[in-house]
């Protein structure tokens, strides 16, 4: 929480950014909003300019007023960036530039995401109904060190002329640390297992990731530590996803086994996901884009957005007794049968985007 903020007031910076964006994230605001009328909760909002939509009013994708209000809010709610009308503009002028800047001017070295499948959309899996039906899981991956940001790194012409290609994965002790206790943390909020997925037959940074993981674990005796090597996790997520809770990993690793998780549940429309600080302050967005196919027509799934919100109760205000009002509410409503396009079956009724936002908010009561 900054200073100036209590956990019944935080402070919440809202970006809508372009395509869906906006009309997905009005929904989770509604929520937010209908939390303030009913529970002990008074979220203070402001809207702020991102990506393509912050280009075309200020000529830059994150504009100086965005980071600063990003960084004296306690959280930041997303909704989505980009579009083909930006993909020309020189590489620091588009929308996505902007995210990634807000993303490191922030700090958030902690991507959480979770792959939940709600019973009720089993059928939308490609696994059987019985593997995945009620999969609750939470990939937590380190998103600022390792093979994607080592050096050295390039590609260079050796003697005689052959070229090679080079880089380098690499952690120091205090950043395996750190994703560590966020994994842990979050464990503790869940069902307080921590799966930490290596190469420690094969890596030596595997070894070192090993060795203090276990020095973390052993400060949280109330959560349990095992240890899988990353072909193994790939192959137990397909056979048996329902084994994991908390799946703590390096940045490559993260990033190949959490679209690996997220496909177990079938639609991207249904998924949120959280980038957090060392202080647990943290950007929640979608794990979607910004649908270009589908804008202005109302049939965007706003149900990813809805559950960003819920995470950012979870995981930065500290109202886990919120989060699950909001779930709950998620649940009841695919429980009526309401659907949007992207999870529609037959015998559910069909709704749009800002229907789909109503029902939830109607079931928080
Ligand atoms: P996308 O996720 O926007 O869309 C992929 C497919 O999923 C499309 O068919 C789309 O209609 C569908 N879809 C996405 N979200 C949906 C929702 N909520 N409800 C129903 N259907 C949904 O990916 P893309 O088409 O590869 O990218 C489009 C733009 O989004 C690009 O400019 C890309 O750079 C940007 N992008 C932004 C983010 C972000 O904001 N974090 C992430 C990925 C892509």
């Given at each position: 929480m900054s200073a100036d903020s209590s956990p019944n007031r935080p402070r919440i910076l809202a970006l809508p950014g372009d395509g869906i964006g906006p009309e997905v994230i009005a929904p989770a605001l509604g929520v937010l909003r209908r939390l303030s009328e009913i529970a002990d909760f008074h979220a203070e909002i402001e809207e702020g300019l991102l990506g393509g939509a912050a280009f075309e009013a200020?000529?830059?994708?994150?504009p100086e007023e965005t980071l600063a209000a990003a960084r004296s809010a306690d959280a930041v709610l997303m909704g989505s960036i980009g579009g083909p009308?930006?993909?020309?503009?020189?590489r620091e002028l588009r929308p996505e530039r902007g995210l990634l800047g807000l993303r490191s001017s922030l700090g958030l070295f902690a991507n959480l995401r979770p792959a939940v499948l709600y019973p009720q959309l089993a059928?939308?899996?490609?696994?059987r109904p019985d593997v995945v039906a009620g999969l609750d899981l939470l990939i937590v991956r380190e998103l600022t060190g390792g093979i994607y940001f080592g050096a050295p790194r390039g590609i260079e012409t050796m003697e005689g002329g052959e070229r090679r290609g080079v880089n380098t994965l690499v952690y120091t002790e205090s950043e395996i640390e750190r994703i560590c206790r966020a994994a842990f943390e979050a464990a503790r909020r869940r069902a307080g297992r921590v799966c930490s997925v290596d190469k420690a037959n094969v890596l030596e940074v595997s070894e070192l990731w090993r060795e203090v993981a276990e020095r973390v674990g052993a400060?949280?005796?109330d959560v349990e530590l095992t240890h899988m090597y990353v072909d193994n996790a790939a192959m137990q997520l397909v056979r048996?996803?329902?084994?994991?809770d908390v799946i703590v990993t390096t940045n490559m690793f993260g990033d190949i086994l959490s679209d690996l998780a997220s496909m177990?549940?079938?639609?991207?429309?249904m998924l949120p996901s959280a980038s957090l600080d060392a202080g647990g302050k943290g950007l929640y967005e979608p794990c979607?884009?910004?649908?270009p196919d589908i804008a202005?027509?109302?049939?965007?799934?706003p149900l990813a957005t809805v559950l960003s919100a819920a995470m950012m109760l979870r995981?930065?205000?500290?109202r886990p007794e919120l989060a699950d009002r909001v779930e709950r509410a998620v649940s009841r409503v695919l429980d009526r049968g309401l659907r949007t396009r992207d999870i529609a079956s037959p015998g559910t009724r069909a709704v749009g985007t800002a229907a789909m936002g109503r029902a939830v908010i109607e079931e928080l009561g």
């Amino acid at each position: 929480m900054s200073a100036d903020s209590s956990p019944n007031r935080p402070r919440i910076l809202a970006l809508p950014g372009d395509g869906i964006g906006p009309e997905v994230i009005a929904p989770a605001l509604g929520v937010l909003r209908r939390l303030s009328e009913i529970a002990d909760f008074h979220a203070e909002i402001e809207e702020g300019l991102l990506g393509g939509a912050a280009f075309e009013a200020t000529g830059r994708p994150l504009p100086e007023e965005t980071l600063a209000a990003a960084r004296s809010a306690d959280a930041v709610l997303m909704g989505s960036i980009g579009g083909p009308q930006w993909d020309g503009l020189d590489r620091e002028l588009r929308p996505e530039r902007g995210l990634l800047g807000l993303r490191s001017s922030l700090g958030l070295f902690a991507n959480l995401r979770p792959a939940v499948l709600y019973p009720q959309l089993a059928d939308a899996s490609t696994l059987r109904p019985d593997v995945v039906a009620g999969l609750d899981l939470l990939i937590v991956r380190e998103l600022t060190g390792g093979i994607y940001f080592g050096a050295p790194r390039g590609i260079e012409t050796m003697e005689g002329g052959e070229r090679r290609g080079v880089n380098t994965l690499v952690y120091t002790e205090s950043e395996i640390e750190r994703i560590c206790r966020a994994a842990f943390e979050a464990a503790r909020r869940r069902a307080g297992r921590v799966c930490s997925v290596d190469k420690a037959n094969v890596l030596e940074v595997s070894e070192l990731w090993r060795e203090v993981a276990e020095r973390v674990g052993a400060q949280y005796g109330d959560v349990e530590l095992t240890h899988m090597y990353v072909d193994n996790a790939a192959m137990q997520l397909v056979r048996d996803p329902k084994q994991f809770d908390v799946i703590v990993t390096t940045n490559m690793f993260g990033d190949i086994l959490s679209d690996l998780a997220s496909m177990l549940t079938g639609s991207i429309g249904m998924l949120p996901s959280a980038s957090l600080d060392a202080g647990g302050k943290g950007l929640y967005e979608p794990c979607h884009g910004s649908a270009p196919d589908i804008a202005g027509q109302d049939a965007a799934n706003p149900l990813a957005t809805v559950l960003s919100a819920a995470m950012m109760l979870r995981y930065t205000l500290d109202r886990p007794e919120l989060a699950d009002r909001v779930e709950r509410a998620v649940s009841r409503v695919l429980d009526r049968g309401l659907r949007t396009r992207d999870i529609a079956s037959p015998g559910t009724r069909a709704v749009g985007t800002a229907a789909m936002g109503r029902a939830v908010i109607e079931e928080l009561g």
